[in-house]
């Protein structure tokens, strides 16, 4: 059965950087689109970033220039780099995967906070 796990959440200050880590097992990976969404207390549940499985990528508007995503096939996992991270930032992290967006496959999610 296909597991997807993320990591490297934390709590950080306003302008610091985390790298989260998606880690998929139990399918091939290589054929799979990821992308990274979050969901702040309250409001509903955003599309962050996402990378198709040729390596393509998108991102949402308020985070072009400030995060990151990729994905290393060899090791089945994507990682979202996130520099200059704010306070809006703040969210549980989770990371999708599967043949189409949406995929199937969700992650537990992993807990970012930005604050000083």
């Known amino acids: 059965q296909v597991q997807v796990v993320e990591s490297g959440g934390g709590l950080v200050q306003p302008g610091g950087s985390l790298r989260l880590s998606c880690a998929v097992s139990?399918?091939?990976?290589?054929?799979?689109?990821v992308t990274w969404y979050r969901q702040a207390p309250g409001k509903e549940r955003e599309l962050v970033a996402g990378?198709?499985?040729?390596?393509?990528?998108t991102y949402a508007e308020s985070v072009k220039g400030r995060f990151t995503i990729s994905r290393d096939n060899a090791k089945n996992t994507s990682y979202l780099q996130m520099n200059g991270l704010k306070p809006e930032d703040t969210a549980v992290y989770y990371c999708?995967?599967?043949?189409?967006?949406?995929?199937?496959?969700w992650g537990q999610g992993t807990q970012v906070t930005v604050s000083s």
């Open positions: 990378t198709s499985k040729d390596g393509a990528t």
């Open positions: 139990g399918t091939i990976f290589s054929m799979y689109q």
């Open positions: 999708n995967t599967g043949y189409f967006a949406p995929g199937r496959f």
